[in-house]
């Protein structure tokens, strides 16, 4: 082979393999439910093999929303930033039992039964979401009152082994909750189920994710994905129970 | 003939390299990237108060908007929160806290693809260098250098340019390198004996840790070599490789000379951390060792876990004792009637009053239950019938109803008959801490109210919970006579050395522990301890205790209940 027959294959292999980059690049990996745990792994790996670079707003889960669209329940965005999906559900919830932070075991379906309550998972040395989570719930106990509603909030450790009955006291305390704000635990399998009922479990409490749940007087729930303002809890809230009058 | 004067080329070159880095050295940005006039102790010790503590100079509570528009305050608005002690970040779920300290910050962030032949200055994970104003800007105003919104998780302060450059002294302050104990080939760990430790233990200790890191070692991927012509996305993974090297340190004498022999020890070969070791009794002079000179100490065998006001670099399987005490007291606390009186047993050792002093306190906080002590002296040691006769005199004189024995199997023997044929004691227990199995010690009379406190799997589950490592330990020919010491030795081995793999270029202490506390509820093996679960601040990886019984004889088939407490 001559020189410039040689360079023109060399060429052609470098503009071939900068097409292949680019593809691989841009490969759509956030397109359907099953891949947002792709999406988990991808900064998982980004954090601790690759990256040091400010964490910018995503719009890739919130492009991806609509994908987890079930034709019987409607989808909709909130236009708050930090909220990624709102689901209009339902959820099949086992029969298990809590433990409150008086330490009294509370049978969940009742606690929950034939009321509306706003609910999520928290644990009480979670340093990044939990925390806002817990926040935005202190705001949603402000609200409520001032509107003269009623409407139970229940928190649900997902580190029942840390998370006692004493600790989840001191957690509340901190954070201002009222007689109608209740921080529950349980048994680690309880706790377990209830989560994957939610589809909420990831395995290893590291791994959670940022969720609101309101439930109306029915068992009808709204999730909401991502970080809510307080305001978008309490109007979901109006919205779900005010289609019920 | 001419005489060539030229000097050798190695001298000038190195002279060429002198020359350059005493400009460098002498010039005024000496300090790097960073934008910052060299801070003193005073306003770095402000700039910590401010990340660690969400305390401003001027004593008043950050303030800040959090995700969602929830006003947050104080502690719940601490940059430790989220970037941690080290400042290397972390991630939760798909939420992720960048590292930002100073030399990752006001360093441009390029990618270089080696592939395409070249780098890429801007797109998604490039960046231009922060300076203080673009740093300020993104911390009140959530826009990053590039003007692009942060993540809402990152909530937005209220800084002023004073307290931000304190902020920025201390991002400065921080590094990814320069830990002790680490070479440009090695990294150094120790393994620590206090001197009540059986020769076996130790060997079997030993044994584990090396086999443990000559595999390590000899799985090198041929790192350095690799990092000469890496892809971009692996070359701090290969650049950062490092063999690992274990020292043993055998302490000896009485502990109050531990502290100085450490010293001495870690004069000898700094190490990065502490890896297992054994101080069945006693470990808090190695903890305090370790807490003051921040060097991470990661799951001895001890029964008995060290305490501090500041508990960052211990790292326990379990608190110990301690932690038993507190579990009587929650069974109790449960019961529909509980006993009035507990006459509490312990030998005078550390250990024997750390337990007693737990459950006595125990008994202040929960009034309804009197707790009366025991100690028995370890010298000189009293005859069993006069042990027997204090032990009847005590019940009697107090009218104690329940027993509690902190002590080992030949104290248990002397006294089992007397508490068999008492029938006014209806609760006796017993810890596994000291005695595996009281079935074998106890007689049936006494074994009806006896309850077992245990923080390890149950002996009948055992084997089948050990599998894993027996598999691995079986070929390697190490003696598994004590598999509570053994099978801590493999855990800790495996934990420390995949947190270190993961550290990758982030080569630091505090980023270690922050590793351990986030991978560790992964593990699939949890040596002789049900369950494992840490979190960010949390020390102790099993946090309860079985009480097991009323116990049944030996050879009874069916087992006694279990109930895992966490008080």
Known sequence: MDAPKLLLKIYNLYLLQLVLSVCLVSYPIYSNASQEHHHHELHYNEIHYASNEIHYASNEIASSAGSHEDPEHHNHHVTNNGVTQVLHTTYSLPEIYLTS??????????????????????????????????????????????????????????????????????????FGAGPNWQFYTGDKASIITLQKAFDAYRGNKMNHIPLTFVKTSTNEWIRIDGFASATDIVKEYIKISGKKK | ??????????????????????????????????????????????????????KLPNGQPLHAVGAGNAPIIGTQTTCISCHRRSGLGASEGVNRAPPIIGEILFQARTLAYRELGGTRLSGKGARPAYTEESLLAAINEG?????????????????????????????????????????????????????????????????????????????????????????????????????????????????????????????????????????????????DYCETNEIPCLFPTTDLAGQSAEHYYSMYFSEGVNLEARAIAAHLGAESEPPKTILQLYRRNAKGQAAAASLSQQSVNNRKINVIDLALDNNPALDNA?????????????????????????????????????????????????????????????????YLLSRFVPENNLDAHLRRFTTWAKPRDIDLADERVAANAYFAAMIVTSATRSLRAYLTRDYLIERIEHMLERAVFHSVFPEFTLGPGQRFASKGSYIIGPLKPADTKSTPPAQWIIP
């Not at chain 1, 009321?115 to 928290?122: A, G, T, W």
């Not at chain 2, 921080?174 to 233990?201: C, W």
């Not at chain 2, 350095?224 to 055998?250: E, M």
């Not at chain 2, 024995?405 to 006796?428: C, H, P, R, V, Y």
Request: proline share 6%; with cysteine; aromatic share 10%.
């Open chain 2, 143 to 287: 826009k990053d250098v590039t003007g692009r919104n942060l993540d809402p998780l990152m909530p937005r302060y209220a800084f002023s340019k004073a307290d931000a450059k304190l902020l920025i002294q201390y991002l400065n302050s921080l590094s990814m390198s320069g830990a002790a104990g680490i070479s440009d080939t090695t990294i150094h760990f120790a393994t620590v004996f206090t001197p009540d430790t059986l020769p076996a233990h130790k060997t079997t200790v030993e044994k584990i840790l090396q086999a443990f890191f000559r595999d390590y070692n000899a799985e090198t991927r041929n790192e350095k070599g690799r990092a000469k012509n890496a892809p971009w996305h692996k070359t701090r993974q290969y650049t950062s490789y490092r063999q690992l090297d274990l020292r043993t340190w055998n302490l000896e004498g009485p502990a109050e000379t531990w502290n100085s022999q450490l010293k001495k020890l870690y004069g000898q070969q700094p190490v990065f951390a502490v890896i297992n070791g054994i101080g069945h009794a006693y470990w808090q002079p190695i903890h």
């Open chain 2, 386 to 450: 006069s042990l027997r006769e204090k032990v009847r005199e005590k019940i009697s004189h107090y009218k104690a109803d329940a027993v509690v024995l902190w002590l080992d199997t030949a104290d248990m023997k002397n006294i089992s008959d007397e508490l068999g044929s008492n029938a006014q004691i209806q609760f006796i227990f017993v810890s596994s801490t000291y005695t595996r199995s009281p079935e074998n010690l106890l007689p049936p009379t006494a074994l009806a109210k006896t």
């Open chain 2, 1 to 54: 003939m001419a005489r060539n004067t030229r000097l050798p080329e190695w001298i000038t070159r190195r002279m060429k390299i002198f020359c350059l880095s005493l400009l460098v050295w002498l010039s005024p940005s000496y300090a790097g990237n960073a934008p910052a006039d060299s801070p003193n102790l005073a306003s770095l010790e402000l700039g910590k108060q401010i990340y660690r503590k969400g």
């Open chain 1, 101 to 174: 932070m008086s330490n009294k075991r509370t049978d969940f379906l009742r606690l929950i039964n034939k009321q509306p309550v706003i609910l999520n998972f928290i644990f009480t040395t979670c340093t990044a979401i939990c925390p806002v989570l817990t926040a935005t719930f202190s705001q949603v106990q402000e609200q409520l009152s001032a509107a003269k509603l009623s409407v139970p909030l229940i928190s649900i450790t997902i580190d029942p082994e840390q998370d006692t009955p004493a600790r989840l006291t001191e957690y509340a305390n901190k």
